[in-house]
């Protein structure tokens, strides 16, 4: 198990769409929105680290001590705000 902060999630749909997008490469995640930078669990032992950058940064939610630039930063946001509402419309 380890935990790794995420920046950019704002609610349950944020939650919805990362425990969707990560479960076939990472299995069962929990997300904590009850502390910022909000916190995701990955229960699998096994984990492929730049894997998980890569697919959090394309979601929109980058780990909280990866250095963006200002363009990456902006388009993070902006992705995290789709992720978000498609994840609010699932739920």
Do not use: H, W
């Not at 979601?59 to 946001?77: H, M, R, S, V, W």
């Amino acid at each position: 198990m380890k935990k790794y902060k995420v920046l950019n999630v704002k609610c349950e749909g944020c939650a919805n769409t990362l425990k969707e997008r990560l479960f076939d490469e990472f299995g069962e995640i929990e997300v904590d929105l009850e502390q910022m930078p909000r916190e995701i669990t990955i229960y699998k032992d096994d984990i492929d680290e730049d894997r998980l950058k890569e697919i959090l940064l394309k979601l929109g939610y980058p780990l909280a001590d990866e250095k963006l630039n200002f363009t990456q930063d902006i388009g993070a946001k902006a992705k995290s705000f789709i992720s978000c509402a498609i994840g609010k419309s699932k739920s």
